[in-house]
């Protein structure tokens, strides 16, 4: 090819470039286009809170208040200190009173079981936990139950409210009665005979089909396996890859489907949505083909001070208008049901505890929906483990008929333990009954009115706290902000109820509770919410008027301080600075006149920092004044040195005296050398002559100071000393500002 080929050649591929960039984005709209278009759509109804507590998992650091930051994390007073160090105090003898063999097991099981570790760490947020774990240890033993009480190894009996996470709906007595006639009717059979099947399976499949209304049941080991089986059969039958899940709720440990709690990994096949959100539904609407399956909780866990059913925030006037979200949980679930059958995507109850707690037939009977797969677990058992998943049998299938070499494993080997459907059995013919019916009827009825009554009660004490619920579940809220709300829980175990490891987030009434069992449920919130209060971790705008807007500035600094963390080294350094600075305050700046005089020499100072890089003159003059106006407080009002100082390598009053001593020689020794002296002079000369001599004299006592410190203790202190001196200005109007209005 010659010379002039390859110039048209090359002519010709620079003439056509912009044309294959046309092509080439034309077709990647053509294959990618509705994929995005369903993306953009399907925006407003993304949650983004798993994503932001993945990345702050991430970079927000440890940070443990000392005892005193405790007593003061939401900015109160010192003057509500003492009372709730006492309170805190006498909250933690109450707690460990008659309660010798527990707190023993307490401690000798603490440091090799790693759950009960994470339960006592986890209670209440993390800036707290170390001091509570060093005045309190609350790890509930309980060797006998009897009734709705729980009685503890030095003989104690407290009032459980916990609902064993879900697992009691019927009561203690029930499953000691379920477990003893399951076990009488497999014993023969063992409780190591695995594979075959007792008889009782099939009992309980057809009565499990007839509650869950579908037409298989596969039985697991335990709730959060249930789910683990149920999202991979609807992943390997619709040949689908992604799972709709809803902010705030939990679907057992498993990390495929909790795209926030735990998962330190990306879940790209979770899809996680605002639930009741009409959003969510044209989100579904628009990735219908990628969606396996919509996964609901029909009782949420995750979402602090809200009521059940489904922690959904508090409707404003607004939303109910607008239609943004719904009102009724019934209605959305109906909407959703409608919009899986629309796009033919399976819709998953997790009934794993809302199962035979709203209704023997869960939520699917409460809000009369019915799902296209279901699971179920704790209570179920009849006391037993079990997690069991219920669905369409299209849905159920683990292989496939077309490939037989294409295979959905998922096997368990105590699913279908000998014992387990024992019990098992004699809890579904009982939930079946009219002796069921009845209790849930009753006990429904007691909820409720526990409920009003327990609201009445709060209100006559007016206290910050309400309660709410859905059946037997029942939570606590509180009606005013606060950084030491999760500190009731404690306050309630004192006063004789036992809760899980969730406090009061969670918590549910058993059927064996009577009007008396109610009634001292009541009497507990109410008097351990007084107790809070009458300890001051309850501040109201009279006794605190600036607390919201001191709680949100603690909190965004705490946050950013987690977040933004300097290096240990530097940390110390500064924690060293602002110590010496808290004793120099508390050892001669007490007085109120004192604090104004030093209010007003650090502000003249800051002036100074300014003012000097553009009048050097006219800085060392008001920084003499600034000078003579901060000693002469110490002078006049309070010591002008104490012991702590000496040890804070600072200046004793000795060698302040002579350095202001020395300022004010210079321009006497300046008067005293000029020939003629008259105001012109010295206004025209030695004024800014005088002012820079301050300034090299200010200089030369400065990095003197550092030079003799770093000799004698060393550069990290000398270093420590000069940061302070500079810095005191800055940190003066912040610790005096209020002195203006301190009567003298």
């Known amino acids: 090819m010659g010379t002039l080929q390859l110039r048209e050649a090359f002519a010709l591929e620079f003439t056509l470039g912009p044309g294959w960039f046309v092509a080439g984005g034309l077709l990647l709209l053509l294959f990618y286009g509705r994929r995005w278009a369903a993306l953009i759509r399907a925006l407003p109804a993304i949650s983004f809170t798993p994503r932001v507590a993945r990345a702050l998992s991430r970079i927000v650091g440890t940070r443990d208040y000392s005892y005193e930051e405790f007593l003061r994390a939401d900015g109160a007073d010192q003057r509500w200190m003492p009372i709730r160090d006492a309170g805190l105090r006498a909250l933690a003898a109450r707690l460990d009173a008659d309660k010798p063999n527990s707190q023993a ?23 707290f936990a170390r001091v509570m774990r060093e005045q309190f240890n609350l790890c509930t033993v309980a060797d006998a139950s009897s009734g709705p009480r729980l009685r503890d190894l030095d003989g104690n009996w407290s009032l459980d409210v916990s609902g064993s ?92 489907v909790q795209p926030a709690l735990g998962s330190e990994r990306r879940l790209g096949d979770v899809i996680s949505l605002k639930e009741m959100h009409h ?65 033919d995507i399976p819709l998953m109850f997790d009934e794993v505890y809302s199962g035979f707690r709203l209704a023997p037939g869960g939520a699917q009977q409460r809000y009369d929906v019915t799902a296209d797969i279901v699971m179920y677990g704790k209570t179920l058992g009849g006391g037993m483990p079990v997690g069991v998943v219920c669905g369409r049998r299209d849905l159920m299938r683990r292989f496939d008929p077309a490939r037989p070499m294409r295979l959905a494993y998922v096997v368990g080997t105590f699913s279908a333990h000998p014992l387990t459907m024992g019990a098992m059995n004699e809890f579904l013919r009982w939930v079946t009954g009219a002796e069921a019916e009845a209790a849930y009827a009753a006990t429904d009825i007691r909820c409720a009115r526990f409920v009003d009554e327990t609201n009445a009660a709060l209100e006559t004490a007016r ?82 008027p600036d607390r919201d807007r001191l709680m949100k500035k603690n909190l965004v600094r705490e946050m950013m301080s987690s977040i933004l963390r300097w290096p240990a080294p530097l940390q110390a350094f500064y924690a060293e600075i602002m110590r010496r600075k808290h004793d120099d305050h508390v050892a001669s700046h007490s007085h109120p006149t004192n604090q104004f005089l030093h209010l007003v020499s650090s502000s003249l100072f800051i ?72 105001w012109a002079l010295f206004r025209d000369e030695l004024s800014a002559t005088i002012a820079a001599q301050w300034f090299y004299y200010t200089a030369a006592v400065i990095i003197g100071r550092v030079l003799v410190l770093t000799r004698k203790h060393g550069l990290y202190n000398s270093m420590v000393w000069f940061v302070k001196l500079v810095t005191d200005p800055v940190t003066d109007i912040k610790a005096y500002y209020r002195s203006v209005l301190k009567p003298v």
């Open 463 to 544: 206290v910050p706290v309400r309660v709410s619920n859905l059946g037997t579940i029942w939570t606590v809220e509180f009606t005013a902000p606060g950084r030491f709300n999760w500190l009731l829980q404690y306050y309630l175990r004192a006063e004789g109820l036992n809760l899980s490891w969730v406090g009061t987030g969670r918590c549910a009434m058993s059927m064996d509770m009577g009007d008396d069992d109610y009634r001292e449920v009541t009497r507990a919130l109410v008097d351990a919410a007084r107790a809070m209060q009458r300890d001051k971790w309850w501040l109201g705008t009279d006794e605190q």
């Open 607 to 678: 002036v100074c920092y300014v003012m000097i890089f553009r009048d050097l003159e006219l800085a060392m003059w008001l920084g003499l004044g600034s000078l003579l106006l901060r000693q002469g407080g110490h002078a006049l009002i309070e010591p002008p040195c104490h012991d702590k100082e000496q040890l804070l390598l600072g200046f004793d009053t000795r060698s302040k005296t002579v350095i202001v001593a020395g300022f004010l020689l210079i321009p006497l020794v300046n008067c005293l050398l000029a020939e003629n002296l008259d």
């Open 105 to 127: 097991f307490a401690e000798r099981v603490r440091s090799g079981m790693s759950d009960l570790r994470f339960a006592d760490a986890n209670r209440v947020p993390f800036p």
């Open 165 to 256: 996470y879900g697992v009691n709906v019927a009561g203690n007595e029930r499953y000691k009665s379920w477990v003893e006639r399951g076990w009488a009717r497999t014993r023969d059979l063992g409780p190591v005979v695995l594979g075959p099947l007792h008889p009782l399976v099939a009992e309980n499949v057809e009565m499990l089909k007839a509650i869950s209304r579908q037409d298989e049941v596969s039985f697991h080991m335990s709730g959060t396996e249930a789910v683990m089986a149920a999202a991979r059969l609807v992943r390997f039958n619709t040949r689908r890859e992604k799972i709709v899940c809803f902010a705030g709720a939990y679907h057992g440990w498993w990390d495929g």
């Open 279 to 343: 959003a969510s539904l044209a989100a579904i609407r628009a990735r219908a083909s990628e969606i396996a399956g919509v996964l609901v909780n029909p009782v949420q866990s995750f979402h602090p001070n809200s009521p059940p059913p489904n922690d959904a925030v508090l409707l404003t006037s607004d939303a109910r208008r607008t239609g943004e979200v719904y009102g009724e949980y019934g209605a959305w679930l109906k909407a959703l049901r409608a919009v899986c059958d629309e796009c």
